[in-house]
């Protein structure tokens, strides 16, 4: 099973956080610090998995961010690897070349994605068009329940 | 909504021909380097999309969040905000829907950049029984990230998890599935365990909400395995791998595994569907699974998860379902011979995933000849292919294949390639796995090569691995030594290439042989003379050779060039250079010349009478020049010769070496060179290795302080204070019944602390003693004692000394435990230590009880009843009735029962306020199955516990420690 999966950038901010087992918080800290260290330290065109005390590390950078997936032992690198592109895929799917801020300010809407598609550690659907579907309807229902809220904002104003 | 998209960071997928070229190993979805990076010091431009609701409030506090410009900043903003929050939360005026669900989301934002918050939950919780969608999915993202078992909201959660079960709806319904398999606790498994079989298998249950329904009950078999009975439910799941629904199936078959790995016998039937599927996914042309297609590889889930699967099993038995998957295997291996469909990353890992699991397939049947030839033969083309990837996965993958008797020579054709990986290989972690794979790899033709390999890339080697290379070569060396020449040359350069890698065990165990071996005594007298002779030399040889020179320097003197003045001198001028422990190392090799060599004894107790030694200031050093310096004045020379005999020859264990890379891998990591590798011949390699295998690691004692080195000097010098008997405590003993970690004794100076585990008949316990000073202990050593009832039945290891613990610093000590047979007593603890000039004594009663080696059980009311009857002679039944020392909470029993080993069995006591329990002890002549109850009486505050065990001792036992616990 996967234990967890971070999101983090170049310069080691924490944009996504998902334990599949439960940690304690201060545990948390620590390995996200371990983790961000680690990967970050990491020289171009090396391999894409790492030892980590009992578990295999698989992490891969896209643009800005790193995604950094931790296993179990006997699970297989190669496709954890395609789990992360899998999600990649997913989240550009939804926001449309998606990029790191897409994360930040939306990130309940990748928390929600990833919960589509990962499940107590164990791959939920495996299949984009019916992640994707699961994730609009659940837009539309919004849209639908919203009719005639006043507060609910039009327009994106650029500060 | 229409979204006018503007660029405001680099995306995270670009296929754009621009740029692929930076990195040749992924072709196509390339990282983007952009510079335009826009950091948390520019000013953030919003997004300008929004998908479905938006939260504007929200995307404002992140924003500002994002500008500020420093950490004090930030921490001001959010304790604006938070008490924003929270006065809107306690003002009078209802919150609407939205605004709570804001500011639910700016809560969790705040937490999760790594503040701490205190308040929200119940807001959370009430989103729950919202009826829109994303109020609801707000409250539940916001309990799967922050609820911990908190146990008065658990309550309201489970109730609106139950309503959203109840609902029908399959949006709701999966929501509330998501956040059981999130949180996942106790309290929700014990709510919710029976209802998600019923769910999973309802003929009327939408594909999804079956998908969420198999892996949250996996995530609660993890969990709170004794919570998710097996039922009538498992064949029905077992079917599912027929499903329609790819989905369906891939999730049911991640549950099938964990369920199969626990209980293999009850999932046999999944093997025959696993294979006709997999055979299925694997033939079919590859637009036929649709959307589980990914990059031209038919469902590379699926295929992974089902030969996952039938990795729980042995090869199936049934031979036409045999052949259906050795043709399988046989295709997917075919495939990888096919030109690649796509030149994409994504294909070649999906379509090599599969390989791979493939190969572990093969390799875990190991049985299929041709099959494990041709999986190594694949791995080889791996080892030279031009992605990294791959390279890092053949060595980690041939590490397996290496240990089995069909592929073992065709792995060891590699060697080769795998030196040269060694050799070239730019990124550290492969050539790690390279290591690993010639430490596997590796038998008595290659010993020679490898081992000479890895002492060459130990003088460049990376930091953070030399230990685990000098361990290994340490291994290997005297593994396969043929002669022992080698094997001493082989650890000398050790200690020149890395000597401040190499551990103690390393030349422990160097001089443990030396002394075992009279035919390499001269050798390595000589040998490490010669070393010595360098100018600049580690202090790890300074130790290796006054140790070997003091005991074997005899055989090189009759040498001028290495005359037993000369051989003094040499060791005399590294004296000065050396710490402490290599200083007391030195002077023991002086007064063991003192015997030697009549000739030099005069020069000795000119140095030993030396201010520098007499005053030494440091007390070890000082007592040893005193002592030794009396004896070579007082004792005749026939005394002399007794007490400074050669030290005999070590009992035969497992190497301690072994031992530490076993600890330092972690179990299950390591490829077992020890395990003999059966010839194709039959014939059996390493025979003579095969009985130190199993045995127990001890820590050796290779110190000389004069509490343990040359043990008849404490009895000839120091006052009788050794034998004086000392009170064994037993304060904290009845503590560690129901738990296994924790501090057994404290006082002043000295805070000793627990750490065990135990498995079956075996245990192992980790001792830490904390030296709460702040001046050194001296001269710590302790050992292990029991009563002679005990001896026959506890086996343990002994002894650990240590000259100095540093105050402050704490040391670990690792206790090794055997359960033989039922027992009563436990071992005590003996601890002595020089403080200040007194020498301390202690001793512990180490909690080693009965219980510890309870497994628990998990059987249904029939069956309990069943053996409760059988067990119902008089005298294997134990009562106790007896009033509460404790205050009488439910929670806390539970607790208890639990920590005391057994497995607590629901509904099958009539009355639920009783516990009901059932473990087996395991001891290694036999094993005792064990049924118990406890009833308490609120109102009388009393409890009745009974025990019902198959034998009279154990019962009586059991009852005795579980009853002090309430």
Redesign the interface.
């Given at each position: 099973m996967m234990r967890f999966l971070l999101l983090f950038s170049r310069q080691g901010k924490l944009r996504l956080q998902k334990w599949f087992t439960p940690i304690p918080e201060r545990e948390k800290k620590k390995i996200i610090r371990e983790m961000t260290t680690m990967v970050l330290a990491r020289q171009p065109r090396s391999c894409n998995f790492l030892h980590w005390k009992d578990l295999k590390i698989i992490y891969k950078r896209y643009a800005s961010l790193y995604f950094c997936l931790a296993i179990e032992n006997h699970e297989n690198e190669l496709l954890a690897l395609e789990v992360i592109h899998r999600y990649v895929e997913l989240l550009d799917k939804y926001f449309g070349n998606v990029c790191e801020l897409d994360i930040i300010f939306n990130f309940e809407k990748a928390y929600f994605i990833l919960d589509e598609f990962l499940l107590g550690g164990e791959i939920q659907e495996t299949s984009k068009q019916i992640v994707n579907r699961c994730i609009e309807s659940s837009d539309m229902l919004q849209e639908y329940y919203c009719e005639g809220e006043t507060d609910f904002p039009g327009t994106w104003r650029k500060l | 909504?229409g979204?006018v998209?503007t660029?405001?960071?680099?995306?995270?997928?670009?296929a754009g021909a621009g740029c692929s070229q930076q990195?040749g190993?992924q072709p196509q979805?390339i990282?983007?380097?952009?510079s335009s990076?826009?950091?948390?010091h520019s000013?953030?431009?919003?997004?300008?999309?929004?998908?479905?609701?938006?939260?504007?409030g929200l995307?404002?506090f992140?924003?500002d969040i994002?500008n500020c410009k420093s950490k004090e900043a930030e921490i001001k903003r959010i304790n604006k905000e938070l008490a924003n929050i929270r006065s809107k939360f306690k003002g009078d005026k209802a919150l609407d829907g939205?605004s709570k669900k804001k500011y639910v989301?700016k809560l969790?934002?705040i937490f999760?950049l790594?503040h701490d918050i205190d308040f929200g939950h119940m807001e959370a919780v009430n989103l729950l029984s919202s009826?829109?969608?994303?109020e609801k999915?707000?409250g539940y993202?916001f309990i799967s990230?922050l609820v911990?078992s908190n146990s008065d909201l658990i309550r309201l959660i489970n109730n609106g998890i139950k309503n959203d079960l109840a609902s029908r709806n399959p949006?709701f319904m999966n929501l509330a599935l998501?956040c059981i398999?999130?949180v996942?606790?106790r309290e929700m498994a014990e709510a919710f365990a029976f209802e998600i079989p019923s769910i999973l298998v309802a003929g009327d249950t939408m594909d999804?909400v079956k998908?969420?329904a198999a892996?949250?009950l996996?995530?609660l078999n993890?969990?709170s395995p004794d919570l998710v009975p097996m039922g009538e439910w498992t064949a029905r799941v077992v079917h599912l791998l027929n499903d329609q629904h790819?989905?369906v199936v891939?999730?049911a078959t991640?549950l099938i595994t964990t369920l199969a790995q626990k209980s293999p016998d009850d999932f046999k039937t999944s093997i025959s569907l696993a294979v006709a599927r997999l055979s299925r996914i694997v033939t079919s042309a590859s637009i036929d699974l649709?959307?589980?297609t990914?990059y031209f590889v038919a469902?590379?889930?699926?295929s992974?998860k089902l030969l996952?699967l039938l990795q729980c099993y042995p090869p199936p038995e049934d031979a036409a379902l045999r052949s259906r998957l050795t043709e399988c295997l046989e295709t997917i291996l075919n495939k990888a011979q096919e030109p690649p469909k796509s030149k994409k990353v994504?294909h070649s890992?999906?379509k090599?995933?599969v390989l791979?699991?493939a190969i572990?397939l093969i390799i875990h049947h190991d049985s299929e000849p041709t099959l494990l030839v041709r999986a190594c033969n694949q791995l080889g083309q791996f080892l030279q292919h031009r992605e990294?990837?791959l390279?890092?996965?053949a060595l980690e993958s041939m590490c397996t294949l290496a240990s089995s008797e069909f592929s073992h020579e065709a792995v060891k054709t590699h060697i080769d390639t795998v030196i040269n990986a060694l050799k070239t290989e730019?990124?550290v972690?492969?050539r790690?796995r390279a290591v690993d794979l010639l430490y596997a790899m590796c038998d008595r033709s290659n010993a020679k090569q490898i081992v000479a390999e890895m002492l060459s890339y130990l003088e460049t080697a990376d930091y953070s691995i030399r230990e685990e290379i000098v361990l290994k070569v340490a291994i290997l060396a005297e593994k396969y030594a043929v002669d022992y020449t080698w094997y001493v040359d082989t650890i000398l350069n050790l200690i020149r290439v890395a000597g401040d890698y190499v551990s103690e065990e390393v030349w422990y165990r160097v001089i443990q042989i030396v002394i075992n071996r009279d035919d390499v005594q001269g050798y390595a007298a000589k040998t490490v003379f010669e070393a010595l002779q360098a100018p600049a030399c580690h202090e790890n040889l300074v130790k290796v050779g006054g140790y070997i020179l003091g005991e074997f320097g005899n055989l090189i003197a009759g040498d001028s060039r290495s005359s037993p003045l000369v051989q003094f001198s040499l060791l005399h001028s590294k004296f000065h250079l050396c710490s402490v422990p290599t200083r007391a190392l030195l002077l023991s090799a002086y007064i063991k010349f003192i015997n030697l060599f009549p000739e030099v004894k005069a020069t000795i107790q000119d140095v030993l009478r030396s201010d520098s030694q007499l005053r030494n200031a440091d007390v070890e050093l000082q007592q040893r020049a005193v002592e030794y310096l009396k004896l070579s004045c007082i004792a005749s020379t026939d005394i002399l010769a007794t007490v400074l005999e050669e030290m005999p020859p070590f009992p035969e264990r497992e190497s301690s070496i072994l031992a530490k890379l076993k600890r330092k891998k972690?179990p299950?990591?390591l490829p077992d060179i020890d395990e003999n590798r059966r010839n194709v011949n039959g014939s059996s390699e390493h025979s003579e290795n095969t009985d130190t295998t199993n045995k127990v690691s001890y820590v050796l004692n290779l110190n000389s302080s004069p509490s343990t080195g040359p043990s008849l000097l404490v009895d000839v010098f120091s006052d009788s204070s050794t034998s004086a008997s000392v009170d064994v405590s037993e304060d904290n003993f009845s503590r560690f019944v129901c738990k296994n970690n924790g501090v057994i004794y404290e006082n002043q100076l000295l805070q000793i602390g627990l750490k065990s585990e135990y498995r079956q008949n075996l245990g192992r316990i980790y001792v830490f003693y904390g030296n709460k000073t702040s001046t050194q202990f001296l001269s710590f050593s302790s050992f292990v004692t029991s009563s002679d009832i005990l001896k026959t039945h506890i086996l343990h290891c002994l002894i650990a000394s240590y000259p100095i613990i540093e105050g402050g610093a704490q040391v670990q000590q690792i206790l090794n435990i055997e359960c033989v047979s039922d027992f009563t007593d436990a071992p005590v603890l003996n601890i002595q230590f020089r403080y200040g000039g007194t020498l301390q004594n202690i001793a512990v009663k180490l909690p080693v009880m009965l219980n510890k080696f309870f497994q628990p059980t998990e059987m249904t009311s029939q069956d309990f009843f069943q053996r409760w009857k059988q067990l119902g002679a008089p005298q294997q039944e134990v009562q106790k009735i007896f009033k509460a020392q404790h205050p009488m909470d439910t929670d806390v029993t539970k607790a208890k029962i639990l920590g005391f080993g057994v497995a607590l069995l629901d509904g099958v006591d009539p009355n639920p306020a009783n516990f009901v329990g059932a473990g087996v002890i395991h001891t290694k002549s036999t094993q005792v199955g064990c049924l118990l109850r406890l009833e308490p009486n609120a109102q009388a505050q009393m409890y009745r516990l009974t025990l019902r065990t198959s034998r009279e001792s154990v019962s009586q036992r059991l009852c005795e420690l579980l009853g002090e616990q309430f």
């Open positions: - | 909504m979204p998209h660029v405001y960071g680099p995306a995270l997928l670009c990195f190993a979805w990282w983007f380097l952009s990076y826009v950091g948390a000013t953030t431009l919003m997004p300008t999309v929004s998908k479905g609701d938006g939260m504007r995307a404002v992140i924003s994002r939205y989301c969790l934002f999760l790594g009826n829109k969608y994303t999915q707000i993202l990230v911990n949006t998501h398999a999130n996942g606790s999804s998908q969420s892996l949250c996996l995530r993890r969990t790819l989905g891939t999730a991640s649709q959307d589980y990914y469902a590379p889930w699926l992974v996952r994504q890992n999906a090599n995933a791979f699991e572990s990294t990837n390279r890092y996965l730019r990124d972690s492969v790690q972690g299950g990591k």
